[in-house]
């Protein structure tokens, strides 16, 4: 089945440091990835979404300076939350959609969610 | 614009008891609609799906949902719960209609809690 890791599954930074955030498509490829931050206890928030070789789609709210994405192949896009802050603790989550380049028959309805990151901030 | 909406924070049941988790949904034409299930720490796990055909989908480890055009509703349920089934649910509706085509818009999602 559709498979996306992520990468790490866990950071604790410091406080003023960048992290970056691994998210792979295995065994599809994926012009499309998106990135969402969840809080305890709640639900799932759509900050980005990320295309492949063009620059990515903020939503409103979220800080283009401050939350760096990159999409530079069709398996791979980066998160990395710059200057981080004690606030930017969370759960992220990336999930990405089967272009259909592989060929596969997988859905294109669906998205593929990562295992998820949760990143703290001392 | 798109939404779903579960109305209920948190479900407990019995063991071996029948669940329902509710959702219902707000959309622009046909709705495409999902339930997934996340564990502590990790990341979500798809269910089922509707997109068009029969009402009652069936999905992953025994559950289904039933699409109700006229209710606006897509709840989730189960015959017999089991404690593994212990989880946070969210529902969720992809939007087919604006530029993106892509996104998906999720519940607040709704913990059950299966009681031994």
């Known amino acids: 089945g559709a498979v996306v890791s992520q990468h790490p599954s866990r950071v604790i930074c410091k406080s003023g440091t960048s992290v970056k955030i691994e998210c792979r498509s295995l065994d599809f490829q994926a012009t499309t990835m998106f990135w969402y931050r969840q809080f305890p206890k709640q639900s799932l928030m759509l900050m980005a979404t990320s295309n492949e070789g063009s620059k990515a789609t903020y939503e409103q709210g979220v800080e283009k300076d401050k939350f760096l994405i990159n999409h530079a192949s069709l398996t ?3 998160l990395t939350v710059t200057s981080a802050h004690p606030e930017d603790s969370s759960f992220y989550i990336c999930s990405a959609r089967d272009s259909g380049a592989s060929g596969g028959r997988r859905s294109s309805y669906e998205q593929y969610f990562g295992p998820g990151t ?5 | 614009a798109q939404s779903v909406a579960q109305p209920e924070d ?12 509710k959702c219902t949904y707000s959309v622009s034409g046909n709705p495409y609609l999902f339930w997934y299930v996340q564990y502590p720490n990790r990341g979500l796990q798809f269910l089922l799906k509707y997109i068009t055909g029969d009402n ?4 992953s480890y025994g559950f289904e949902a039933e699409f109700n055009k006229s209710q606006t509703s897509f709840h ?8 593994s089934d212990s989880a946070l649910y969210f529902c969720a509706v992809r939007d087919m209609i604006s530029n993106t085509g892509n996104q998906f818009y999720f519940g607040t999602g709704t913990s059950l809690t299966v009681i031994p």
Do not use: C, I, M, Y
Not at chain 2, 12 to 20: R, S
Not at chain 2, 76 to 83: E, F, G, I, N
């Open chain 1, 76 to 78: 791979l896009s980066t």
């Open chain 2, 56 to 59: 009652l989908v069936k999905g």
């Open chain 1, 118 to 122: 949760r990143l703290t901030v001392t």
């Open chain 2, 76 to 83: 989730l349920k189960k015959p017999s719960a089991l404690v």
């Open chain 2, 10 to 21: 948190q479900v407990n049941v019995a063991e071996g008891n029948p669940l329902t988790v």
